[in-house]
């Protein structure tokens, strides 16, 4: 690997451990603990309305209102693995500096 590669290697590894550094704060702070409540609670929501009104919703309907679930959780995944990640992505970074430059 030459020397601009590692660096290029290593400014991406620092730019992702930047991303997840600050969800992982934001998991780890009561309004992010709120945050998730409140995003599991509209997925709530939303399970109520597929379970009440499954028989007379349009396909649109019924579509979108699992588009909507499927996003809620999906940022409540990220949130909620971001701790583990930015492990993940440190230990990508001292792998990423201890290459050999050619």
Do not use: H, W
């Not at 603990?33 to 997925?43: C, E, H, N, P, R």
């Amino acid at each position: 690997m030459t020397k601009e590669e590692k660096q290029d290697k290593t400014d991406l590894i620092k730019a992702e451990l930047s991303r997840v550094s600050s969800i992982s704060a934001l998991e780890n702070m009561e309004g992010g603990q709120i945050l998730i409540k409140k995003i599991m609670s509209d997925v709530v929501s939303v399970v109520d309305t597929l379970r009440l009104k499954y028989r007379v919703l349009t396909m649109q309907d019924f579509t979108s209102l699992c588009a909507e679930m499927d996003s809620k959780l999906d940022l409540v995944k990220t949130i909620k693995k971001s701790t583990k990640s930015k492990k993940q992505a440190q230990e990508d970074l001292k792998l990423a500096l201890l290459e050999p430059e050619e």
